[in-house]
């Protein structure tokens, strides 16, 4: 069955510091992966897209990678900051985007 | 621009009664709506696909009669949870689509609302 695994242990790191946070999926093929951020009680919001056929993708101090031979994205933060503090989704959508499949997201805290 | 809302943010409500959940594209219409159920440190799970005008699409294993879906307009979807019980309880997030791009460059693109918690007591 399709499966995305991020990783469910918590990520500490230091405000300055680069966070880089990995996703993996299995028996799948999505034309396009996202990421999301998601604060605690709150809806997720929808952080960077990429394609099947770009390597990578940055939006300020965001950077996203995708090889689709690994079945891997990582998500990097340069320069964190405590407000990075959130939990953050990997999503997978087939052509159209008429399935979204979602991982389990990965927290992150940022120490000043 | 695609902002989503959701009303009521939360809910409390007795065992056996009906709640209903709205959600709102407030500056643009979407055509398709999700409605997601989460878990605390789980993963999203899609619920039900909510098409205007037409009847919704559910997942495997959600029942359509315990979760009412109508998509009456362009910019309002409702979710109704029918005689509610306590494992019922759970966060509830609603999404609309929206198309960006043309042709082999374009992709679709979900915003998510605010999300409403349900505690069934």
């Known amino acids: 069955s399709q499966k995305i695994e991020q990783n469910s242990e918590a990520l500490n790191i230091q405000e300055g510091k680069t966070a880089t946070l990995t996703c993996n999926y299995t028996?799948?093929?999505?034309?396009?992966l996202q990421w999301y951020r998601q604060d605690p009680g709150r809806g997720p919001v929808f952080l960077l897209l990429?394609?099947?056929?770009?390597k990578e993708k940055r939006k300020e101090r965001l950077k996203v990678t995708f090889d689709t031979t690994l079945k891997q994205s990582l998500f990097h933060i340069t320069a964190s900051q405590p407000a990075d503090s959130a939990t953050y989704l990997c999503?997978?959508?087939?052509?159209?985007?008429?399935?979204?499949?979602f991982g389990a997201g990965t927290r992150l805290f940022v120490k000043a | 621009g695609a902002v989503v809302s959701q009303h009521p943010s939360r809910v409390i409500c007795k065992s056996g009664t009906s709640v209903k959940i709205e959600c709102r594209s407030l500056?643009?219409?979407?055509?398709?709506m999700f409605w997601y159920r989460q878990f605390p440190k789980k993963s999203l799970m899609l619920m039900a696909t909510?098409?205007?005008?037409?009847?919704?699409?559910?997942e495997q294993g959600v029942e359509k009669d315990k979760f009412l879906i109508n998509h009456a307009s362009l910019t309002l979807s409702t979710l109704t949870v029918t005689s509610a019980h306590p494992e019922d309880s759970s966060f509830y997030i609603c999404?609309?689509?929206?198309?960006?791009?043309?042709?082999?460059?374009?992709?679709?693109?979900?915003?998510f609302g605010p999300g409403t918690r349900l505690t069934v007591l």
């Open positions: 028996n799948y093929s999505p034309a396009y």
């Open positions: 999503a997978l959508m087939n052509t159209g985007g008429f399935k979204t499949i």
């Open positions: 500056d643009f219409q979407a055509t398709t």
């Open positions: 990429i394609r099947e056929n770009e």
């Open positions: 999404s609309a689509r929206v198309h960006r791009g043309s042709g082999r460059a374009g992709y679709n693109e979900q915003f």
């Open positions: 909510s098409n205007e005008g037409s009847k919704a699409t559910y």
